[in-house]
């Protein structure tokens, strides 16, 4: 008799919390909004600081440095050996910046050259 009260009590007071916290998101939305246009403007300014650092560098030797990087290269391995499971959505995750970007461009770059 005991534990269905207690399973009872438990998805209540759980669903009650998970309430709270949406009632919470859709108030702070009006605030995200302006953190979001901030966060967009500074990654745009970061984005024409690495492409007006980058202009000058020759692209065949900025390809071979990039491929060199062993972290990429480890997580490029696991994001393909392990597909969609746990530790491949980790290393997806970890690739979803600009140094994994690079990597893929100059992957997909060394690729069309041998390619041809």
Do not use: Y
């Not at 246009?37 to 030797?61: I, L, P, Q, V």
């Not at 391995?77 to 290393?91: D, K």
């Not at 997806?92 to 390619?115: C, P, S, W, Y």
Request: no cysteine; hydrophobic share 35%.
């Amino acid at each position: 008799m005991k534990a269905p009260i207690l399973f009872l009590a438990a998805i209540t007071l759980s669903t009650g919390v998970f309430a709270g916290n949406m009632q919470q998101d859709t108030m702070s939305s009006a605030s995200m909004q302006g953190d979001m246009s901030s966060m967009h403007s500074n990654m745009k300014s970061m984005h024409n600081n690495m492409n007006s650092m980058h202009s000058g560098m020759n692209k065949e030797a900025k390809h071979t440095e990039v491929l060199k990087n062993k972290d990429m290269q480890r997580l490029h391995r696991e994001m393909t050996r392990n597909g969609m499971s746990e530790g491949g959505m980790e290393a997806r995750v970890d690739m979803i910046t600009e140094k994994g970007r690079a990597f893929h461009r100059a992957l997909e770059q060394d690729q069309k050259n041998t390619a041809g």
